[in-house]
């Protein structure tokens, strides 16, 4: 069996950690607020419409697989995709792949993920890893959200990858077929830049963007109104999860598009991505300072200092600076847009 | 956010690892830092794990009151409800409710209990009392 030499490197998220990662290892030297820029992975979505175990939901992402698609269509790789009816068919074309010296994502459920912190481990079938190496009945895991590479059985692997309830991954593996030995990196940005910079100004519709913002401060006055506080809290608690949920990088991935305009501004060599950088750093603080106070509310009730009034005018403000933000950031991708 | 204020809270990641965040260090550029834990997002983390041991404890009290059968501690103690236990068992979801019922677990057969301790990965002695 082949021994593949297999770079670990921890990231936020695990999309695009696994992304970076496999693409690094066919070559395309990238990181992962690179892949999450240009797979236009800044977004946000509040959907009372849509509810998970009877709360609604908020998102800072697009959904899942998208980054990963996105960047990899923007880069020119090519990907493998498969996923299975039959569980010992999975393993069986997985141990094939790792026989070849192939190391392959997988998508799977944390449940049951014997690794993971348990507080962590609830019925979300969308978390990505790679394996790379089989050593008798043990897996050789790199995921992306742990600090250091981990393993699992044959039995434990098989479990996960076909995790039951919403969203199962049904064995879902995939791969980089064929990866350019050059890219046009400053083109394929400016497209991802664009993207995000529509999906938060641009859609007609309230639920998204930095609409969709406004929405849910709006929205959360009505909460304690016409539900037990309880509830209500219950509410805000998950949007204050989502925000901070494993993977995020902090403050909604705000932070992660800190960082990629940072690296804009070393490719572009344009000082502008620098300062749109630092905007939205202070943005990822104000979205800090929301679930500060947030999480006081839940924490104690109405007796504390914090009340629904002010987390809601927080969000208000940080829906106008978002808008405002990528107006002027869609403004400076299309002039890049011309010249390249 | 700086580099200096990446919050150390010990709490919900139990050592297993740390979290990775983007920001700015000393000399203003981006870099990634780790972090032990945050105390807004342990508040709001437990609140949710609050939520399920209610129902983990509700169930528990059923049980000891012969309102139902161990089978329902078990199936709130690991998150699931019927439809999602009716998919890791390949078990009827009426044949599931029957069996939730206080005495139940005693009509099942040897192969359903099987499924339910594979489920829950425990033994079918286990299956049959919460403790």
């Known amino acids: ?340 | 956010m700086k580099k200096e204020e990446v919050p150390q809270d010990d709490g919900l990641l139990q050592g297993k690892t740390r979290d990775l965040y983007y920001v700015l260090d000393e000399n203003g550029n981006y870099v990634s830092a780790l972090s032990t834990g945050w105390e807004p997002k342990n508040i709001v983390m437990q609140q949710a794990w609050d939520v399920i041991n209610e129902s983990v404890e509700e169930a528990k009290n059923k049980v000891l009151n012969k309102e139902a059968s161990p089978l329902l501690y078990h199936m709130e103690k690991n998150q699931m409800d019927i439809k999602l236990l009716a998919q890791y068992t390949n078990i009827n979801k009426n044949k599931i409710k029957d069996h939730l019922k206080f005495g139940g677990l005693d009509n099942a057969s040897e192969a359903d209990l099987q499924s339910y301790a594979d489920a829950f990965r425990i033994s079918i002695d286990q299956l049959k009392s919460i403790n």
């Not at chain 1, 050789?140 to 600090?147: A, G, H, K, L, Q």
């Not at chain 1, 104000?286 to 914090?306: M, P, Y």
């Not at chain 1, 927080?314 to 978002?322: F, S």
């Open chain 1, 1 to 340: 069996m082949t021994d593949i030499k297999f770079e670990h490197k921890q990231s936020a998220h695990c999309e695009n950690g696994v992304t970076a990662n496999l693409f690094t290892f066919h070559g395309l030297k990238i990181s992962e607020p690179l892949v999450f820029g240009i797979g236009s992975g800044l977004f946000f979505a509040h959907m009372p419409f849509m509810k998970l175990t009877g709360i609604p939901v908020t998102g800072f992402r697009p959904m899942p697989g998208i980054i990963f698609q996105r960047a990899a269509k923007k880069l020119g790789i090519k990907m493998k995709v498969k996923t299975y009816k039959n569980p010992k068919q999975a393993m069986a074309d997985l141990d094939a792949n790792l026989a070849k010296g192939i190391p392959t994502g997988c998508v799977v459920g944390v449940f049951h993920l014997t690794y993971f912190p348990e507080p962590y481990r609830f019925h979300f079938n969308a978390h990505n890893l790679v394996v790379f190496k089989k050593e008798n009945d043990l897996y050789y895991i790199s995921d992306p959200v742990m600090e250091n590479i981990t393993t699992l059985t044959y039995k434990d692997f098989e479990r996960v990858r076909f995790a039951k309830g919403t969203a199962e991954p049904k064995g879902k593996m995939y791969w980089p077929i064929s990866v350019p030995k050059e890219v046009n990196l400053k083109k394929a940005i400016i497209k991802g830049i664009r993207k995000t910079c529509y999906d938060m100004t641009e859609i007609p519709l309230p639920f998204f963007g930095a609409k969709g913002i406004h929405y849910l401060a709006k929205q959360m006055l009505k909460w304690p109104k016409k539900m037990e506080e309880r509830k209500a809290l219950q509410y805000l608690g998950q949007v204050v999860r989502m925000q901070e949920e494993i993977g995020t990088g902090g403050a909604g991935f705000r932070f992660m598009y800190a960082a990629f305009l940072f690296e804009c501004y070393t490719i572009f060599q344009d000082e502008r991505f620098k300062q749109f950088s630092m905007e939205m750093t202070q943005i990822g603080d104000l979205w800090r300072e929301f679930a500060i106070e947030a999480s006081r509310l839940v924490k104690n009730r109405s007796r504390s200092g914090s009340d629904w009034e002010s987390v809601s005018n927080l969000l208000h403000n940080i829906a106008d600076k978002e808008q405002d933000t990528f107006e002027r950031l869609y403004k400076l991708a299309k002039e890049w847009d011309k010249k390249l």
